[in-house]
């Protein structure tokens, strides 16, 4: 059988490039975006579906997906006209993937999320076991969705992985 994969935030640079280079492969996938700023490769196996995850009316026609990949967020907070906003937008964005992922019935679940938690870090060596500080919103909305996730995904029994990735531009 061929797994399903849903991938959120395809629009931006890491999920059009997670579509595009996950497509290689024996993989159904869903993508979604409200805009799509980067070229995602057309195959017979790719699904691209236009949507606002922000809001609560999400599609209800899809097939279920094994694997979700959730990678949607806004990065920066002039966006919005107070900086706590954005903390509060990124956190319900989790909070809706996750529930879509629960009607999709996916197994795994993967947060995209950022070293930018280690903020103001002494040394560049850190790890799982280095202190969290998070000073700014989206660095301090990874780390709420991080907690959120891990708590909503131990409840309904759907694997849980975190992949912190580093500055890419």
């Known amino acids: 059988k061929i797994k399903t994969i849903f991938i959120t935030g395809a629009g931006g ?5 997670l579509v595009n280079g996950l497509s290689k492969y024996k993989y159904k996938i869903y993508f979604n975006d409200i805009d799509f700023s ?5 195959s017979k196996k790719t699904i691209k579906l236009k949507f606002n995850l922000f809001k609560k009316n999400l599609p209800n026609k899809l097939d279920n ?10 990065t920066k907070s002039i966006q919005f006209n107070e900086p706590n906003k954005l ?3 990124n956190v319900q964005l989790t909070k809706n993937a996750l529930k879509l ?8 679940f993967f947060l995209i ?11 560049e ?7 969290v500080i998070g000073i700014d919103s989206y660095s301090k909305s990874k780390i ?19 992949l912190r990735i580093g500055n890419i531009y």
């Open 125 to 131: 060596k850190y790890n799982e076991r280095s202190r």
């Open 13 to 17: 640079f890491l999920g059009s490039e």
């Open 38 to 42: 980067y070229k995602i490769s057309k």
């Open 101 to 108: 992922a629960k009607r999709l019935n996916s197994k795994t």
């Open 65 to 74: 997906a094994d694997i979700f990949i959730h990678n949607a967020a806004v």
């Open 87 to 89: 903390t509060d937008f």
């Open 144 to 162: 709420v969705s991080e907690k959120i996730c891990r708590k909503f995904c131990k409840k309904y029994n759907i694997k849980f992985t975190v």
């Open 113 to 123: 999320s950022s070293t930018s938690i280690y903020r103001n870090f002494q040394s």
